[in-house]
């Protein structure tokens, strides 16, 4: 196990949308943030996005090998780039996430990112989580209690992750510790950026909605809002998470609407989870900070200003970096694991109590 003290950590996310790898230094002692380091960003090829997609909902197992040489080779040129770092934190590209069933799935061999980058990876952080009856995500909210810690809040506020999926943490800062019962309470709200990428592919032959533009242009349809709306996960009682593919079907459920009205209707629909999401925290947070893409959609940012009553601004208002808080995240939950520290806890995934996930893999003579 790790000595008490600060250390320097590299984190690295290969998020939901597939966009590409995010990859951040955090100085920890795994408590406390010290402070925020260099950041990178390698961009998936469309040639690449095409394989991970094909890859999509696939287990250990199956046929594998390209999808898997691709995500290690990308995380090595970009973690590569990074000095003085000692470990790395490394979530790799999640395929498929039953917490109920087969388990959770994120691709990538930490052992062998151990050995080519000569430093231990913490790596496989979710599936503790999971054996001990939790949802194995989301894990980012130990990261946002650190956060909070960070930047002096004094009262409960929310993270919102806007990325392919939709993910919140109310915060209570006045805690100790994270996992101290009420410190905490975390869920994915819903779908978020995916769909609309996905219709945006489909229909357009476009990655995303650049600034919500095509959106702006359309009509949101309330009657296939409300149907939305009526699906049984937005009833569950949080914690609970979700397969980017979860929601595969809204692409169907605006299968018949112009192109601006059906990503119009998918943008609020990202917007309306998040606010019944909202109504599941103990108390009203003072305010939500977005990180995400989706913070970079103003037809998003409108939307779920309209549909919620407390200020909503991007986490850069209190000076962290929305395109890296999860990198950093899974820096500062690497420094967690080496210490021993818990990464999550009843009210962030479910889990019976609060746990360390996460496995060490260290080079040759390390
Ligand atoms: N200028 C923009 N206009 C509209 N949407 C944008 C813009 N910039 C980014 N996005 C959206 O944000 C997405 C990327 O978000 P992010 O990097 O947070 O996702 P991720 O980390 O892959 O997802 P997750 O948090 O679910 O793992 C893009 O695919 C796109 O949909
Ligand atoms: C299984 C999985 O990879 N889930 C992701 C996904 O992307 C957003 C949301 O769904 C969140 O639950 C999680 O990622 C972040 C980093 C988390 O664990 O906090």
Redesign the pocket.
Known sequence: MLKAGRLWALGA????????V?AAMVETDGVLIHGFGASAYRPYSGAEQTVLRAALGKWPGEDLAEAEALVERAHLEVLGGFDGAALVGFHGQ?LAHEPQGRGTHQLGNGARLAGELGLPVVWDFRSADIRLGGEGAPLAPFFHFACAKWIGADAPLAFL???????LTWVDPTRARPEEPGALLAFDTGP???P??DL?MARRGA???????LGRQGVVAQDVLERFLGEAYFLRMPPKSLD?DTFRGMIGLVADLPDADAVATLTGMAAAAVARGMEHCPEPPARVLV??????????MEMLAAALDCPVGPVEAVGLD??ML?AQAFAYLAVRVARGLPTSCPGTTGVRAAVSGGTISRPEGM
């Open positions: 996310m290969s998020g939901t949308s597939l966009d590409g995010d999640t992750n806007l990325g392919g999926v939709g993910n978020a950026n995916a609309i990428n945006m990655a995303y909605d650049r600034d919500g533009a980017r990180t995400g893409g989706g913070r970079h959609n103003p037809l998003m929305g395109d999860e």
